[in-house]
């Protein structure tokens, strides 16, 4: 073998075991910088994005460690509503969803202001007022609009708002009636309206669903006004899904074993139970179970109550209004008027008017001062259509005979209202015939109504000739003697003993 081969293959034996050793060497080089790179990452450092990498690391990230800038932009593309909701979740979304940056375009937008004069004026107030300065306009913009349809002048024959005033005033406002029935566990189960009546006197609302709460575990029922806030200026209605204000209307406690076996009246399907403040229950016979539920409410400001109450508090202008000083407190109560409908959700039965009704000194029995309207020995000749209570579902419909909404309204000597009312009401015929007169009437023809509440009672009294005529012979208003000294301040009650 040559030298020069020897020599080529020994250089080739000490770079091949260079080149491994260099080569492990450098590896375990490679990997300890490696391990140390590693390390140096994982340790915290002092500012924040070390400490959000901890976070994630440890899988406790959360929404609240957003920063601001971000959630407010996030905030930017929500609805107004949307806002609302999302003030209500923790403080600082409160902060930041009240922002006056996010509501000063929903101001310029909804409340109708064209000009920057007001933007102005809540410049210079806190971060948060833009919001409570575009409520407020949006109010009163919207109260506006309402009230531009109730005249000053109420109706000679009622003394109400006109019927159709009130409709328009609420149908401009978009407003809904909405029934909360809160159970024995707290649970609220809510409905919006189906039908709404408007009448003479009063307007009638209706609710049913497919699935209703049981009976036995409704501990209270409330009635709210939903009120939106923030309307199309093109169109005049509300923003679908907006923001809305509750006004408290009625609020009851319910206790169906009170009212369980006591019917007004009924068909082959439901029957017909009438509660307290107007409110009408339609209970499936057999399960008991809630056909439908309606409220009859009084025209008397009623607006006013829908647009002007609070979630917790029902609006009210009762006062106390005292008679001349000079009258002696067993004076007697003249010069009243009563206007007396029958009718069902949709039609009127009959109504009549009376005119300078009194309750003469002396008239007071049983704690009520009694108005005889028409006395047993007067007939007063009426047009009366069968009483007939038509109704449905979404399931079902018929009819009930021999019920009716009774709606009345009493006005006192200085032309106030002082008792309205509407609520279900039985008819009640009796068989026996009557001996008032010389004459007899026909068996089935006496026709008696009785309706009761707070403020007074009435009793009506229809009879049916032979012949096919119609006489009112017998209605009785009273009213009760603490209700009226609580509005005159009179001294009424004690003399009841």
Not at 9 to 24: D, I, V
Request: proline share 3%; charged share 30%.
């Amino acid at each position: 073998m040559s030298k020069n081969v020897k020599h080529r293959q020994h250089l080739s034996s000490y770079l091949t075991k260079h080149r491994a050793s260099s080569q492990q060497n450098g590896g375990n080089l490679h990997s300890k910088e490696a391990e140390k790179k590693k390390d140096e990452r994982l340790q915290p450092k002092k500012d924040s994005k070390a400490t959000t990498y901890k976070a994630i690391q440890r899988g406790k990230m959360s929404i609240h460690d957003i920063p601001g800038e971000i959630m407010m932009n996030i905030f930017s593309y929500l609805l107004p509503q949307d806002l609302i909701l999302a003030s209500q979740v923790c403080k600082t979304w409160h902060r930041l969803a009240n922002d006056n940056t996010l509501w000063r375009p929903i101001f310029k937008k909804y409340s109708g202001i064209k000009t920057g004069g007001s933007e102005r004026e809540v410049k210079h107030k806190s971060i948060e007022s833009m919001k409570q300065e575009c409520m407020t306009r949006c109010v009163h913009q919207r109260n506006k609009r309402v009230f531009k349809h109730l005249r000053k002048r109420k109706s000679p024959y009622t003394g109400l708002q006109e019927s159709k005033e009130v409709e328009q005033a609420l149908r401009t406002a978009g407003m809904t009636f909405e029934l909360v029935m809160i159970d024995s566990d707290d649970r609220e189960h809510t409905l919006g309206h189906q039908d709404v009546f408007y009448h003479t006197m009063s307007v009638s609302i209706r609710w049913f669903a497919l699935e209703m709460p049981p009976l036995k575990s409704i501990k209270e029922i409330q009635l709210y006004s939903r009120n939106p806030l923030f309307y199309n200026h093109a169109t005049g209605k509300p923003v679908k899904d907006g923001p809305y204000q509750r006004s408290l209307l009625i609020t009851q406690d319910f206790k169906w074993s009170d009212w369980k076996g006591k019917p007004v009246g009924g068909d082959e399907v439901i029957n017909l139970y009438s509660l307290p403040h107007g409110l009408t229950v339609a209970v499936y016979k057999g399960d008991e179970e809630m056909a439908f539920v309606s409220y009859g409410l009084s025209l008397d400001n009623l607006v006013q109550q829908c647009m002007y109450g609070t979630p917790e508090e029902s609006f009210s202008t009762s006062e106390n209004k005292c008679l001349d000083p000079g009258m002696s407190s067993r004076h007697g109560l003249l010069d009243y008027q009563l206007t007396v409908q029958l009718r069902s959700l949709r039609k009127e039965h009959w109504d009549d008017q009376f005119r300078h009704v009194d309750c003469r000194e002396g008239s007071f029995d049983g704690g009520y001062a009694n108005f005889t309207v028409v006395k047993p020995d007067q007939r007063i000749k009426i047009n009366v259509e069968e009483f007939v209570y038509p109704w449905k579902t979404d399931m079902f419909k018929g009819k009930v005979k021999d019920v009716a909404i009774l709606d009345l309204t009493m006005l006192d000597e200085g032309n106030n209202i002082f008792w309205a009312a509407s609520s279900l009401v039985k008819i009640e015929r009796n068989k026996e015939i009557s001996k008032m007169f010389d004459f007899d009437y026909r068996y089935d023809s006496i026709i008696s109504i009785e309706y009761a509440d707070s403020k007074g009672k009435i009793i009506i009294q229809i009879c049916k000739m032979d012949s096919g005529e119609t006489f009112l012979t017998n209605l009785i208003a009273s009213l009760s003697l603490e209700a009226i000294d609580d509005r005159f301040g009179t001294k009424y009650k004690p003399l009841d003993k």
